[in-house]
């Protein structure tokens, strides 16, 4: 079991991982994780997110076919030789040949019906601000038992292959697919590297500085 460690350490330290050991992920730790999603925030409180945790191996090797599928199809597109090369892009394709054999996968989903039983407000930011906060306190609670994840959305290319598969009814929508697993050797937590705070904050009218003290 790893070291218990605090929330601020959990926040600095959790990023991508997209390759993992083939140590098996317990039912227990799953559980810690998806009590953590659900402490989210959501719209009108509704939590109208559902998350769908798949081990069988067949299962997983079908939907990281269509995963893969999704990937070439992007990869056909223009402009994607530009990013292609990043690190970033290399290590997304990376994880987008090997998906299907990770440990286990959370589809994270979420009710698109209107009125009250949906998420208020207009149009796909509100949809998505229904479900994104559970999948980060997911992410998080994983990191906090070691455990590696990567939010991923290539998947959605084959929505309606994928839910068919997985039997999602129409008024769902998957809006993550998470791998979760042990992070492989050489793979690490910590060390991203994100835009300062005194580039991206500012105070009382945008585009105004924190005055130096
Ligand atoms: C909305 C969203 C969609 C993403 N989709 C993918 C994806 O399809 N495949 C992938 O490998 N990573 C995906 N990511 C992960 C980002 O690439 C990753 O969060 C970013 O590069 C920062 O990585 P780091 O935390 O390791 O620095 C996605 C992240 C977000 C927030």
């Known amino acids: 079991m790893a070291r218990e460690i605090s929330l601020f350490e959990a ?14 992920v317990s039912d227990e730790a799953i559980t810690r994780v998806l009590e953590a999603a659900i402490r989210a925030p959501s719209p009108g409180n509704r939590q109208s997110w559902y998350f769908l945790v798949v081990r069988d191996p067949e299962t997983k090797r079908r939907i990281g076919e269509y995963y893969w599928q999704a990937t070439l199809e992007a990869q ?4 994607y030789a530009q990013i292609a090369s990043s690190p970033v892009y ?14 286990v996968m959370v ?15 207009r149009g796909p930011i509100t949809l998505g601000a229904a479900i994104y906060p559970a999948v980060q306190n997911l992410m998080l609670a994983a990191r906090g038992l070691g455990l590696g994840t990567c939010l991923t959305t290539r998947h959605r290319r084959f929505e309606r ?25 050489g793979e690490h937590f910590g060390g991203s590297r994100r835009r300062p705070t005194t580039e991206v904050a500012f105070y009382e009218r945008w585009g105004r500085k924190k005055a130096s003290a």
């Open 90 to 103: 290399r290590s997304a394709d990376d994880l987008a040949r090997r998906i299907g054999e990770v440990p």
């Open 76 to 79: 056909r597109e223009p402009g």
């Open 11 to 24: 926040i600095r330290t959790q990023r991508a991982i997209r390759r993992f050991r083939a140590d098996p």
């Open 107 to 121: 589809l994270a989903c979420v009710e698109v019906r209107g009125g009250a039983a949906g998420p208020p407000g």
């Open 161 to 185: 292959e994928v839910k068919e598969l997985l039997g999602i009814p129409d008024h769902v929508e998957t809006a993550a697919l998470i791998p979760l697993g042990y992070p492989a050797e």
